[in-house]
T-cell receptor
Framework: DAGITQSPRHKVTETGTPVTLRCHQTENHRYMYWYRQDPGHGLRLIHYSYGVKDTDKGEVSDGYSVSRSKTEDFLLTLESATSSQTSVYFC???????????????FGPGTRLTVL | QKEVEQDPGPLSVPEGAIVSLNCTYSNSAFQYFMWYRQYSRKGPELLMYTYSSGNKEDGRFTAQVDKSSKYISLFIRDSQPSDSATYLCAMSAATGGGNKLTFGTGTQLKVEL
């Protein structure tokens, strides 16, 4: 998984509780992404980061926040979890090469989150 | 209508068959096309990466892009049970830093002995 770990790998929580998922990389890649994967929707981008303390919203960012205080760590927080946020969450990284170069994304193993 | 359409399957084939997986898309700005393979309860892994129209071959895998028809394909020759997985197409309009990928929903493939 290209030097990417996610924690926890599984979590069950209750509606209304805060949840933080962690993505850790050892590749020193500049870009990091959080996706969720749901049946019938595929992978959808939640937030991404293009550097320490630099983040931006993706397609489905409502109800989520992120932080990146170090190159290697990207945190995804659900401030008040809802049942609609039950999903599998994937972190991805990319090197962010110069324009015109290939820049592929590599995925972590995923976190399976259930909100009851 | 989704930007990227992909038949979810499941697609079941006998070992040794040639498999054809396809995606169609509507955004003519897409120029970079990828295929990811995802085993059950694992993260997606990059299989093929192509730019613009044309073919690219890597072992038993061939990726084909037809931008005029907005249609991409992945062919798997001599399919093996180990190819059983979900195959996701992905595409983007730009490359370089922070390119945003748009994914298909994935096609589930089962290769039977």
């Amino acid at each position: 998984d290209a030097g990417i770990t996610q924690s926890p790998r599984h979590k069950v929580t209750e509606t209304g509780t805060p949840v933080t998922l962690r993505c850790h990389q050892t590749e020193n890649h500049r870009y990091m992404y959080w996706y969720r994967q749901d049946p019938g929707h595929g992978l959808r981008l939640i937030h991404y980061s293009y550097g320490v303390k630099d983040t931006d919203k993706g397609e489905v960012s409502d109800g989520y926040s992120v932080s990146r205080s170090k190159t290697e760590d990207f945190l995804l927080t659900l401030e008040s979890a809802t049942s609609s946020q039950t999903s599998v969450y994937f972190c991805a990284i990319s090197g962010g090469l110069a324009k015109g170069s290939t820049d592929t994304q590599y995925f972590g193993p995923g976190t399976r989150l259930t909100v009851l | 209508q989704k930007e990227v359409e992909q038949d979810p399957g499941p697609l079941s084939v006998p070992e040794g068959a040639i498999v054809s997986l396809n995606c169609t898309y509507s955004n003519s700005a897409f120029q970079y096309f990828m295929w990811y393979r995802q085993y059950s309860r694992k993260g997606p892994e990059l299989l093929m990466y192509t730019y613009s129209s044309g073919n690219k071959e890597d072992g038993r895998f061939t990726a084909q892009v037809d931008k005029s028809s907005k249609y991409i394909s992945l062919f798997i020759r001599d399919s093996q049970p180990s190819d059983s997985a979900t195959y996701l197409c992905a595409m983007s309009a730009a490359t370089g830093g922070g390119n945003k990928l748009t994914f298909g929903t994935g096609t589930q493939l089962k290769v039977e002995l």
